[in-house]
T-cell receptor
Framework: DAGVIQSPRHEVTEMGQEVTLRCKPISGHDYLFWYRQTMMRGLELLIYFNNNVPIDDSGMPEDRFSAKMPNASFSTLKIQPSEPRDSAVYFC?????????????FGPGTRLTVL | AQSVTQLDSQVPVFEEAPVELRCNYSSSVSVYLFWYVQYPNQGLQLLLKYLSGSTLVKGINGFEAEFNKSQTSFHLRKPSVHISDTAEYFCAVSATGYSTLTFGKGTMLLVSP
């Protein structure tokens, strides 16, 4: 298996622009998580899905952030408009609830820089 | 709700020396505990986990951790570190039966020759 795939790996954009981050979970996994990692706040859970349905989005910082999962193999995290304080590494992770335990498998992350 | 405290943000150590990375958690319910490792410019990778049973858990790369319920701790240890162990280590907790993880702020392990 290719693991969790995220694109792009790096994104540099200007303040006010729309940013879309993409994630392909491991095939067969039924949970998908979006995290944000910063030096100040560490690793924060933004939102997670179960069977493509958003379960908890309480970690989404503002209305500028939105996430979708149109099917089991694809999810997006969108920021519109972007701001410099959104600069961070964004991770996607997935897990299968039917296993011994739902270990989360992480993608390599997208490093976002908003100028 | 659960919380995790990693007491050291950075731990410098010489190669072949032993190391302990400390983790304390808080929870009003039973928990699962995890250690993840993050190498530079990579995602997180599971090092080991405690679900139940023996309180001493062995993981990959020679690491082990001990669950201490009375002290609400889950410290990570390795008897002899290598340069390649230089990475950031995250302790995480999950309420049993739930899928979400709460992470600590991380501990940077710096191994020098």
């Amino acid at each position: 298996d290719a693991g969790v795939i995220q694109s792009p790996r790096h994104e540099v954009t200007e303040m006010g622009q729309e940013v879309t981050l993409r994630c392909k979970p491991i095939s067969g996994h039924d949970y998908l998580f979006w995290y944000r990692q910063t030096m100040m706040r560490g690793l924060e859970l933004l939102i997670y899905f179960n069977n493509n349905v958003p379960i908890d989005d309480s970690g989404m910082p503002e209305d500028r952030f939105s996430a979708k999962m149109p099917n089991a193999s694809f999810s997006t995290l969108k920021i519109q408009p972007s701001e410099p304080r959104d600069s961070a590494v964004y991770f996607c992770a997935s897990t299968f609830s039917g296993g011994n335990y739902n270990e989360q498998f992480f993608g390599p992350g997208t490093r976002l820089t908003v100028l | 709700a659960q919380s995790v405290t990693q007491l050291d943000s950075q731990v410098p150590v010489f190669e072949e020396a032993p190391v302990e990375l400390r983790c304390n958690y808080s929870s009003s319910v039973s928990v699962y505990l995890f250690w993840y490792v993050q190498y530079p410019n990579q995602g997180l990778q599971l090092l080991l986990k405690y679900l139940s049973g023996s309180t001493l858990v062995k993981g990959i790369n020679g690491f082990e951790a001990e669950f201490n319920k009375s002290q609400t701790s889950f410290h990570l240890r390795k008897p002899s570190v290598h340069i390649s162990d230089t990475a950031e280590y995250f302790c995480a907790v999950s309420a049993t039966g739930y899928s979400t993880l709460t992470f600590g702020k991380g501990t940077m392990l710096l191994v020098s020759p």
